[in-house]
């Protein structure tokens, strides 16, 4: 049994009100050496905000997120030159890159466009970014874990070391900031959308992805499971609706929301629902099982089985789109305005 961890009582980060409903509650599931603890899932009564009231205190965060944790070593699991040639890999790639091209055609500078990676991790995005034929793309990025940010700078990239809200970075420096499943990460969402804000030129993009709580399999599987929950590293979860007034409020113009496929949050959920399965002591089987057959952290390797799933899954989340008009994972591109 691991010991618990600190936690602290929140409002609502968006509108303050403290006044939240019970939603659900879970527990870390995909990685062994974390915590116990149980938490819970509320919405803001007044502005509909979803966020883990309590949630784990900053000073936890080498808790919550181990050595071994996934984001930190994308660039290693792409290994070999022929694991780079796999068919995941180079999807993965295309589906990056094509995002991008589509942010930098509204950027200031279309021509050598300056771009920072807000959890920029060991860098495989920003790699990939460099590897724009048509447009030479200056990169940067930020993240708090040291040895990730030691790779990205061996990389060639500038990177900022620490958490995005408090790092020193100039002002007005940057034509397109990226931060792809950050936000809901962080302790103060309003404030690093502040940031964003601040460090754009007039007229840069804010490329902000996140999970949507209000998709269909959100509301499926609402009870515990959704894999979007990411317990207990998901702080604060958002719909088109809320989404939308934080950037009004923070001063953003809401250029467009896309909803693209999610496929890791379906993988979670499984992984979720068939470790929960069974009496009490057949868990620990239940969850091998689950391990085997949704590796919450392998995911991201490039094999046969990953493929699969991630062409399967992909396939069920564009069928909800045509259905729905969304997805359960959110980009909404904000544009900070030129001021005469």
């Known amino acids: 049994m691991k010991s618990g961890i600190k936690k602290v009582a929140v409002a609502c980060n968006t509108c303050g ?9 879970g527990s870390e599931h995909e990685y062994t050496d974390t915590t116990d603890d149980v938490f819970t899932v509320v919405r803001c009564r007044a502005c509909g905000l979803f966020y883990l009231n309590p949630r784990p205190d900053v000073s936890e965060l080498k808790t919550i997120y181990p050595d071994s944790y996934y984001a930190y070593h994308l660039q290693k699991q792409a290994g070999t030159c022929e694991n780079r040639r796999s068919p995941l890999y180079q999807a993965r790639r295309f589906v990056y890159l094509s995002r991008l091209r589509k942010a930098l055609r509204l950027c200031p500078d279309t021509v050598n466009p300056s771009v920072l990676d807000v959890g920029c991790a060991d860098g495989r995005a920003l790699n990939w970014y460099k590897q724009l034929p048509e447009i030479a793309v200056e990169t940067y990025g930020v993240d708090f874990d040291e040895p990730a940010v030691a790779r990205a700078r061996q990389a060639g990239h500038r990177v900022f070391l620490g ?42 993009i804010f490329l902000c992805e996140t999970p949507n709580a209000d998709a269909a399999d959100a509301r499926l599987f609402r009870n515990r499971h959704w894999g979007g929950y990411h317990f207990p590293r998901h702080w604060v979860l958002y719909t088109p609706q809320s989404l939308r007034r934080l950037a009004a409020e923070v001063g953003f113009e809401v250029v467009r929301l896309d909803f693209h496929p999610a496929p890791a949050f379906w993988n979670w959920t499984f992984h979720s629902l068939i470790g929960s399965l069974g009496p009490p002591g057949a868990r620990g089987a239940m969850r091998h099982l689950a391990d085997r057959l949704f590796p919450p952290v392998a995911f991201q390797e490039n094999n046969l089985r990953n493929l699969l799933a991630v062409s399967l899954f992909t396939s069920v989340d564009l069928l909800i789109k045509a259905a729905t008009g969304q997805t359960s994972n959110m980009a909404a591109v904000l544009r900070r305005p030129v001021y005469k």
């Open 163 to 204: 958490r995005f809200e408090e790092a020193e970075i100039p002002g007005e420096m940057f034509d397109l900031v990226v931060a792809t499943h950050v936000i809901e990460h962080v302790a103060d969402p309003k404030a690093f959308a502040r940031k964003a804000f601040q460090v754009l030129k007039p007229g840069g």
């Open 17 to 25: 009100a403290d006044d939240a409903e019970f939603v659900t509650e």
